[in-house]
């Protein structure tokens, strides 16, 4: 029987099961606070650590790629003779051509879990890519964590990871569920190649949600747009990454980094956090073990940041605010939920150990 147990102590909230415990940092507010955010540092015991320990020790993409240890191509296939050759912008101001998304899961052999399949219906909208799915191939003899939110630079549209995945040494062409963050562009890069070869940080939170809750392109394209918009960053292929253009965006985005970046350094203990803009908690990551937090945080700030400096306001929240989230946020952690929530709020390996939790 899972037994959640919340108990109040002087400065921290700490959460249990079955003997592993997460602490959330409750007493250092300040110390984790600047202009629109805040976030709250999670800590895990000695026996969520140890248990942990031997899970975790993956490649990040931004690693892969930087080493040359993945290769990211467009899904190249023939073109079909009923095919509707359009740019998705163009599709999008069509009327009666909105491009809907299909889930279907899937179970993929190669980690023996259940992940989201995202399929375009009834258009193929171009004769050498699709817009949903990627290939993706291991080089190394490593194992490769995507995260979903992943923004990959190149091919013929910038695009974003949909689910987490672990690929596994040597894996070849495995398809790689993603979402176009680029709806202007349907043509290759400068580099004339169809592969993905640049990597920029995680998307931001409000994206990333929609992916989660919505899973659907013409919804990730409005989000891209309203957050691009918002912070002067326009670009004529409408692209997420235009953000980097922007010198007023990237002037607080470097401001905010500046102050978080290298918060958890050296840390041995810390897991993951809430983040937390105005009255309002953003959410929530956490990690299997120290080692992979570390290892994605930087990325996973930058996407808080940007929500912070696009839609935030002062942080004002209150701790029972953040204490009432956090209770639902453990029992869903500790609790067998229906697949469907399962699957878009925990992502585990094959031995079915959590690897990453993420909650809004």
Request: aromatic letters at 10%; proline letters at 2%.
């Amino acid at each position: 029987m899972i037994i959640v147990l919340t108990l109040f102590l002087v400065g921290s909230s700490t959460f249990s099961q079955d003997g592993k415990e997460l602490k959330l940092d409750l007493k250092n507010t300040m110390n984790y606070t600047y202009k629109n955010l805040r976030i709250y540092p999670i800590i895990a015991e000695y026996q969520y650590i140890q248990r942990n320990s031997k899970t975790g020790n993956y490649l990040n993409l931004k690693e892969a790629l930087e080493h040359g240890k993945v290769k990211i191509s467009e899904k190249i296939r023939p073109r079909d003779s009923n095919e509707i050759n359009l740019v998705p912008g163009e599709m999008m101001n069509r009327p009666n051509r909105e491009v809907e998304a299909r889930i279907n899961p899937l179970v993929r052999q190669d980690t023996g879990n259940i992940y989201q399949q995202v399929q375009i219906q009834n258009y193929n909208l171009s004769s050498s890519g699709q817009v949903n799915t990627l290939v993706i191939e291991n080089l190394s003899q490593d194992t490769i964590f995507l995260m979903a939110g992943d923004v990959v630079k190149g091919g013929k549209q910038d695009r974003i990871v949909g689910k987490d995945v672990l690929i596994l040494p040597g894996s070849k062409e495995i398809d790689l569920s993603v979402f176009c963050v680029e709806k202007g562009r349907w043509r290759v890069g400068d580099d004339s190649t169809h592969e993905f070869k640049g990597y920029y940080n995680v998307v931001s939170n409000a994206v990333r949600s929609t992916v989660q809750n919505d899973a659907n392109q013409s919804k990730v394209w409005s989000k891209v747009d309203e957050i691009t918009a918002q912070n002067k960053a326009g670009s004529t292929t409408s692209t997420y990454t235009a953000l980097e253009n922007s010198e007023e965006f990237t002037k607080a985005n470097d401001e905010y980094m500046k102050f978080f970046e290298n918060q958890f350094d050296n840390s041995s203990n810390v897991v993951g956090f809430i983040a937390c803009t105005g009255d309002t908690v953003l959410g929530t990551d956490i990690f299997c073990n120290p080692d992979l937090f570390k290892k994605q945080y930087k990325f996973l700030i930058h996407s808080y940041i940007t929500d912070a400096i696009t839609f935030g306001k002062d942080v004002k929240i209150s701790d029972s605010k953040v204490i009432d989230f956090m209770n639902n946020a453990f029992q869903k952690f500790n609790q067998k939920l229906p697949d469907e929530t399962e699957s878009k709020l925990k992502f585990k390996n094959k031995d079915e150990q959590l690897i990453h939790f993420y909650m809004q």
